[in-house]
């Protein structure tokens, strides 16, 4: 099922979601819950019709529809009704677009799908059909890699990066235009395990891989290691670690998280980087899936363990929201 967050009211274009309150929260302070308005509210919706109750990520098209990826295909809510989206195919083995592991709104209105073994797809929203969109390295009938990433630049195209296929270009027209892999040239991709991609507003691209995090410059072809320095001397960063998790602050700083349960600040501008302490119930066994910055509030960092509350100015620990057993099973999962 799909579990809505929700700070009193949350509106997203199109959409207007309302719950109820579901979730355990140890105390934060006072400032925090002076308005009960901000207390998070929380409600299931889907129950019954998301496939195997497994949402790897959600999107929201330029129309307001979310889309939700399953483990088993995807599906479309308008805020009233669920609906599955599959490809067209006498077949109906081949309908269904499988396990979906990123998806991207457009800029243009389409929806990019990256998928778990079927390469990168796109919705058309005026023929509403799903077509694949095939690069360069797909046409020779190998095995595609796990699609895990998408960012679509200022142009129209989108960076797609995968797990051992390395990070790949492609453009409106579905047609490959680069293909950046891991070599002992200077300058090449860290890793061709990508898992994480942004584009800041300063057009940098961001990429997050199984070897740190790096980026690439506007007009530039080199990656380099962003707070990524395997240095002794160099002190605690994120050389080694598997970074699944990237988001542009309000401020233009860059949030990034690991699968290993990092989480740290980074300076776009410097590359300088900090470490945030973690919180005792998290250390060291609660991966960082995603992030959610509240307009005028705090930032919310998703973890395969619940929902921590962070303070976006200093990255300072606020709340914990994790599920509570013996309350009604609003919200059961809190991966």
Known sequence: MLCTVLVGLLRLPGIALFAATALHAESPPSAYVENPLLEPRFASVGVGIIPRYVVPTVAQDRAGFLWIATGDGLVRYDGYRFR?????????????LGWIR????????RLWIGTEWDGLAVYEPLSERVT?????????GSVKPTIRALAEDGAGGIWVGSEGGGLEHVGSD?????????????????????SALLIDRRGTLWVGTWSGLSRR?????????????????????????????????????LWVG???????????????????????ETAGSSAVSS????????????RSSGIEVRDPRDGRFLQRLQHDPAAPPVCPATK
Not at 258 to 280: F, H, K, M, N, Y
């Open 102 to 109: 990123a998806l991207l709104g457009g800029s243009d209105g």
């Open 217 to 253: 410059l506007p007009g530039s072809d080199r990656f380099e290691a962003v707070f990524s320095n395997h240095d002794p001397g160099a002190g605690a960063n994120l050389a080694g670690r598997l970074v699944q998790a990237l988001f542009e602050a309000s401020d233009g700083r």
């Open 174 to 194: 579905c047609a490959s235009s680069a293909n950046y892999r891991h070599s002992q040239q200077a300058g090449s991709l860290p890793d061709d395990r990508v």
């Open 132 to 140: 694949p969109c095939l690069g360069n390295s797909d046409r020779d």
């Open 291 to 302: 992030f959610v910055e509240v307009p005028g509030g705090p930032l919310w960092v998703g």
């Open 258 to 280: 690991t699968q290993q349960g990092e989480l740290a600040i980074i300076d776009p501008v410097s590359g300088e980087g900090l470490l945030l302490e973690q919180a005792a």
């Open 84 to 96: 599955v989206q599959e490809r067209d195919s006498p077949d109906p083995a081949a309908r269904t």
